[in-house]
């Protein structure tokens, strides 16, 4: 069964998915046209939150979950993001496949391709690392590990300068704390929500001094260092909270949720947008390169969202969203659960 969707949680994850694409677009639009715009001081902002508050939304409930038998939970958990990884790693690659072959050559792209099953490829790592932290989370629930000692080794690896090259080894050391805490934390985060609600004027305050507090250690230089990093991470991640129970609360935005709810879709496919918009936008020329970026971000954004409502409209290439039949391990597939979008 899965879990039932929270408001809250997926307007959150709407918020971190938009920053997500933001940081893409901008950074690819910028990196083109060799100069920044006025979008990089966003981008700068959300950086020590954005991906730690990902991933401690996608621990949130996995205490529904860990204790389930191990055929269900890696079907569930680490084939359902391995199918999608697979494929979309592979659309990316036909798609750039003329560029890469002509900068270094067929059997450079093709042994590229190969290693992309072992290497998490450019925007697709998020959910190629997603199954390995359900999978050690597992472990140490199976093996009786208290949480406080898997906590405190993953914070010491957070805090721990690992730059090995390997994305795999370092967004691990630097990420796990965060899809962790999400897990062993939930219900205290489902009452800070609900607190957030009941207390709008505290809240404003501390998301006013928050927000003071990271832009100042941004400007500065000095969000990324050791222990700040973990602190602003945890920080963030909590203002995400509040300003979703905020935003739910006041004037719900339901586009928000609708993205969150469906962020999944939006991670996989806007890759291709985001790329024909900036070619198209840095071609004609006129504009400068922050509104480029906002523009080139907001397609980015909604165009996998039409896809998907012509897909879901048509009934056509439902295998982009959705993991058909074929893909479950023998014995868990589900037809209610195949009827729902890849979450």
Known sequence: MSAPRVDWVDTAKGICIIFVVMMHSVLGVEAAAGETGWMHAVVAFAAPFRMPDFFLISGLFLSNVITRDWKLY???????????????????????????????????????????FIEPFGTLWFIYMLPIFFVVSKIANDRGIPWQVVLALGALLQI???????????????????????????PHIFRLAGWARERIGVSLGYLLAWGLVNGGLVYAGWAAAPGIALVLGAAGAGAI????????????????????????????AFFFPMGVTRVTLLKLGFLDIGTMSLIVTLVAAVSPMILFWIIQRTNMLRFLFRRPQWAYLRGTFSGKRQAQAAE
């Open 74 to 116: 890696l079907d569930r958990k680490v084939v359902h993001f391995a199918y999608f990884y697979v494929l979309w790693m592979t659309i990316q690659f036909v798609i750039k496949a003329p560029v890469f072959i002509e900068e270094m050559g067929a059997g450079a792209t093709f042994d590229l391709y190969l290693l992309s």
């Open 241 to 268: 909270i509040l300003t979703s129970a905020l935003i739910v609360r006041w004037c719900r935005l339901d586009f928000l949720r609708h993205f969150g709810e469906n962020s999944i879709v939006i991670y996989l």
């Open 160 to 186: 721990a300068p690992i730059h090995t090259g390997w994305l795999l080894v370092d967004e691990f050391a630097s990420r796990f704390v965060f899809f962790y805490a999400g897990y062993v934390f939930a």
